[in-house]
């Protein structure tokens, strides 16, 4: 059963971190990106950042550069983002997600979100 989960989302105020993880199980994890996607209430769904598991290439949304960070545990299979300078704007349900590009389409898994609330 393929499983992607997301924790660590809480409550913080503004300037604070926040250390999510996602912890993958049951499919081939080193073909993968990881990325991390968040929803705001009201907003559609932004990517913010990705790692390709296989050289840990990362990127990142421009929202997030400099305050976010992306990594791995290739062992674990985890993926973290450390979330630094956190902004009110920060908050959102975020969520990790597995993809694969395969000949003629792609292979996409999504986890559960976690809250983030930064306040103000």
């Known amino acids: 059963e393929v499983q992607l989960q997301a924790s660590g989302g809480g409550l913080v105020q503004t300037g604070g971190y926040l250390r999510l993880s996602c912890a993958a199980s049951?499919?081939?994890?080193?073909?993968?990106?990881i990325a991390w996607f968040r929803q705001a209430p009201g907003k559609e769904r932004e990517g913010i950042s990705c790692?390709?598991?296989?050289?840990?290439?990362?990127a990142y949304a421009d929202s997030v550069k400099g305050r976010f960070s992306i990594s791995s545990d290739n062992a674990a299979k985890v993926v973290y983002l450390q979330m630094n300078s956190l902004k009110p704007a920060d908050t959102a349900v975020y969520y990790c997600?597995?993809?694969?590009?395969?000949?003629?389409?792609?292979?996409?898994?999504w986890g559960q979100g976690t809250l983030v609330t930064v306040s103000s």
């Open positions: 997600n597995g993809r694969r590009a395969l000949v003629g389409g792609r292979v996409d898994y």
């Open positions: 049951g499919f081939s994890f080193d073909d993968y990106a």
């Open positions: 790692i390709r598991i296989s050289d840990g290439n990362t």
